[in-house]
């Protein structure tokens, strides 16, 4: 009989062959269906366009709990040669969310084999992580939206801990982040006449002034706040003109979203003063917004006395991790916490062409999940 560990590897390196990116992840979809068709019991709900839901227990009384993975992979091209390499070119699954949503498989299977009585079990399989879209595409769909949680709960894999270490942390887990283009419209004239123009550069110039002054990258305080230019772009490589566009493209990142707000509104007064000082046409784009993900209290305790059980190795963090996540929208509304699950200290990082989810922690990850939905009740 196949054993817990060899069926996740199995569906695990089939999911990491075949990646796809946010709001792509249709034959994602279909195979983890059929996972849940072969190994489990469950009702299985399509929710936002290529996410699914599978319900333990719908009819039972009691507390319900949802657990979520990310089922979305990178634009990234990978570089490793093992077998389970990706065959689509330019995707890859450089975050891990093959791991994640093989870990959720495994405890659909648990649950299968060892049913959880008085409580209701959600297993959201939620696409576009990593866009920032996917969380709110579920909160917005009807059959969503008639659910009635308690808790949530998620994890993501942590390349630079400890294998099967578990990783908490009370209030902001990871950080709000926001990414913003700026375009600036003026008149591009000769270069001999700049006078004649509307040339960016100074605008492009005192923006950039602003976000180093604004910014203070210091993780360890409340106030942190960090911004980070991407990609500068301004007018052609034509030596007798004055530029007449230009781009800057940003990254903003903080704990507390009130500061975010603080932040935005100030940045937005300084661009209407530079549209009308330099005469420019300035326009912003703000995307892949993510919440910080707050760690509520009981839910961390849930969490860390299901690591205990299975006598794992509990590190409880100072400073939250600076890089976006969507569940953050998810605990903005329900109690829930997010946890980290040690991928080992010598493993790649995140989003590196060399990445691989190390299936060792894939068992771990689902058999902490099912001692997390026994504490709950308790």
């Not at 089939?14 to 190994?39: A, D, G, M, N, W």
């Not at 300084?270 to 760690?295: P, R």
Request: hydrophobic share 35%.
């Amino acid at each position: 009989m196949e054993s817990l560990k060899d069926a996740l590897e199995k569906v695990r390196k089939e999911l990491h062959k075949f990646p796809e990116v946010s709001e792509e992840e249709y034959e994602t979809k279909k195979r983890i269906q059929t996972f849940l068709k072969e190994h489990t019991s469950c009702k299985v709900v399509p929710v936002a366009k290529t996410g699914l839901l599978a319900i333990f227990n719908e009819n039972e009384e009691g507390k319900t709990v949802m657990l979520r993975a990310d089922i979305d992979a990178l634009p990234i091209q990978e570089v490793n040669t093992f077998e389970h390499k990706s065959v689509n070119e330019g995707i890859s699954h450089k975050c891990g969310h093959d791991g994640h949503t093989t870990i959720l498989l495994g405890v659909a299977k648990l649950l299968t084999e060892n049913p959880l009585r008085k409580r209701k079990v959600l297993l959201l399989f939620q696409p576009s992580e990593e866009n920032g879209r996917g969380a709110q595409f579920v909160l917005e769909d009807p059959s969503f939206k008639e659910l009635n949680i308690d808790y949530v709960f998620a994890l993501h894999n942590l390349p630079g801990f400890t294998k099967q270490e578990i990783v908490v942390k009370e209030n902001e887990f990871t950080s709000n982040v926001k990414s913003v283009v700026i375009t600036l419209e003026g008149k591009t004239a000769h270069a001999a006449e700049p006078e004649k123009g509307y040339n960016p550069a100074n605008a492009i110039a005192e923006i950039l002034h602003f976000v180093k002054k604004e910014t203070k990258n210091t993780p360890e305080n409340p106030d942190f706040f960090l911004a980070t230019p991407v990609h500068i772009m301004m007018g052609e490589k034509a030596y007798g003109v004055s530029a007449g566009y230009g781009e800057v493209h940003l990254t903003l990142r903080s704990w507390s979203t009130r500061l975010m707000k603080e932040k935005q509104n100030k940045f937005e007064q300084l661009l209407q003063k530079l549209q009308e000082k330099e005469k420019l046409s300035i326009n912003t784009s703000w995307f892949e917004e993510f919440y910080a993900n707050k760690n509520n209290k009981e839910a961390v305790e849930y969490i860390k006395s299901a690591a205990e059980q299975l006598n794992l190795s509990i590190n409880e963090i100072n400073t939250p991790f600076k890089w976006g996540e969507d569940f953050g929208l998810f605990t903005q509304q329900f109690k829930g916490a997010m946890f980290g699950l040690g991928a080992g200290k010598d493993t790649p990082a995140l989003h590196n062409p060399d990445y691989d989810f190390p299936d060792e922690i894939t068992v771990t990850g689902a058999q902490l999940f099912y001692n997390i939905l026994k504490e709950v009740q308790q």
